[in-house]
């Protein structure tokens, strides 16, 4: 049944408090974002979050799209749900069930259809109305994927932090259409937040204690809004207004699309220190054919450029990347020229996919559909270049003095472990009291994974 939010919201004040949330995360950045916003719109109805779904009043489970057999994951978790769901329904208790996220959105009442035990379907647009579907969904089911007018980042809470560092969502949705992507399907058109808002959400993030934020969007980097100037900005212009705010020192930014790597950008890599020089920039293939053919919009020559302007704006810049094997069509010579580019840029680190077809993309229906055996194939052989070139990368910090966020208790005891600029996992034996705090730290040895270092001089303060 398709829910009509103002039905519902008078009766939210009547819910019984407390009450446990679990919420389930799988795919990228944003839906980690995504499920935090959820968990803070559902707070001031007495949901506090639980680290397992036993017990839970309501379980979330926030779904991504894109990786193999994204749905039979999914039904797989709700089958074990539905016993722990009528484990409560047989002690007088109820739970319910929501599906959120990409998978929700593409699919549905199929989801409904197959799994009638669900009590809520919603879409990513409209997760701002999650308190009314909980308060509408113990009489019947309610599904949500609409594409709103409103954006739902004016109906929602300031974010909140947790530690040192947070996400930031600046844009969404997508208007590339690459023919083996959901994304403009399931998050909808390109939207761009206003400068105004991006900062005072900022702002108040730094008054609780974050020093770096991470600025997420499908296409971050595509983020032109409207500026306090009245005039329109670019996301150079948003990173140097950003930086401008007190106690944050480390600003990023992914996940980005060459097509938007304009000038502004780029000069802002050279000139903001609190830019971090390290850039998540997906090429997904060395060869103009199958770029072609994923509808990618730019050469791997155009690729190559950005990265070389890229790298004369700051030297010490580095990069990672997405990689997909096995696209529909993919001959030797095109992996091969794949191969090419990664030994041209030398990426700190990148990832890796099998092409699977995902359904109603136009890469679903191609021919030439590339058999599992070759696809693994290359992706074994991409996947130990890549790790060649991350463990080099690695190599080349042993010695180097760089700022680290220490983020987290290490893992063994004196320990603190924390982030490089360049998002390599660091260990040193620190005192606690330098937890939450960028500490200079020179590293002295290096590992495929992680970094080890040791103090250079104590900071009062990040």
């Not at 730019?298 to 450029?305: G, I, N, S, T, V």
């Amino acid at each position: 049944m398709d829910f009509k939010p103002d039905s519902a919201i008078d009766s939210i004040k009547d819910m019984p408090l407390p009450k446990k949330l679990f919420i389930r995360t799988y795919g990228c950045q944003m839906n980690a974002y995504d499920s935090a916003r959820m968990a803070e719109v559902l707070a001031p109805m007495g949901y506090a979050q639980s680290d397992v779904p036993e017990g839970a009043d309501l379980v979330i489970i926030n779904t991504c799209h894109i990786r193999e057999h994204a749905s039979e994951k999914v039904f797989s978790e709700l089958g074990r749900l539905r016993e722990l769901k009528a484990e409560r329904a047989s002690g007088g208790e109820n739970m319910l069930i929501a599906v959120a996220g990409c998978v929700a959105q593409a699919e549905g009442k199929q989801i409904l259809a197959r799994a009638p035990y669900v009590d809520i379907v919603l879409g990513p647009q409209t997760y701002h109305r999650l308190p009314a579907m909980v308060a509408a969904a113990g009489t019947r089911a309610v599904v949500d994927c609409e594409f709103p007018p409103e954006p739902k980042f004016d109906h929602l809470p300031a974010p909140g932090a947790d530690g040192p560092s947070a996400f930031l969502s600046v844009q969404e949705g997508c208007d590339k259409f690459c023919t083996f992507c959901v994304v403009p399907y399931t998050r909808g058109a390109e939207y761009s937040r206003p400068a105004a808002a991006i900062l005072k959400d900022a702002r108040g993030l730094a008054d609780q204690g974050v020093v770096e934020i991470t600025l997420l969007g499908q296409n971050v980097n595509a983020w032109h809004g409207d500026g306090i100037d009245k005039q329109v900005w670019g996301l150079g212009r948003l990173i140097r207004a950003l930086a401008e705010i007190p106690g944050l020192a480390r600003i990023r930014y992914t996940t980005s699309h060459p097509l938007d790597m304009d000038d502004a950008l780029i000069a802002a890599h050279g000139e903001v220190d609190k830019l971090m020089p390290f850039l998540h920039l997906p090429v997904q293939s060395g060869s103009d054919r199958i770029l072609a053919a994923m509808n990618r919009k730019h050469r791997a020559e155009d690729y190559l450029r950005i990265v070389e302007k890229l790298r004369a704006a700051r030297s010490d810049l580095a990069l990672s990347s997405d990689f997909i094997v096995g696209f529909p069509g993919e001959t030797e010579d095109d992996f091969a020229q794949t191969l090419d580019l990664i030994r041209t840029v030398g990426f700190a680190s990148a990832y890796a996919f099998k092409y699977s077809p995902r359904p109603g993309t136009p890469a679903a229906d191609l021919d030439n559909q590339i058999s599992a055996e070759e696809s693994e194939a290359r992706h074994i052989r991409l996947l130990a270049l890549l790790s060649k070139q991350s463990v080099a990368f690695n190599q080349t910090c042993i010695g180097r003095t760089m700022d680290v966020l220490l983020d987290r208790p290490g893992r063994r005891a004196g320990q603190l472990g924390g982030r490089s600029p360049y998002m390599q996992a660091v260990h040193v034996h620190a005192p606690a009291a330098l937890l939450n705090t960028v500490q200079p730290l020179r590293i002295v040895a290096a590992y495929p994974n992680s970094l080890t270092a040791e103090i250079v001089e104590e900071r009062a303060c990040a």
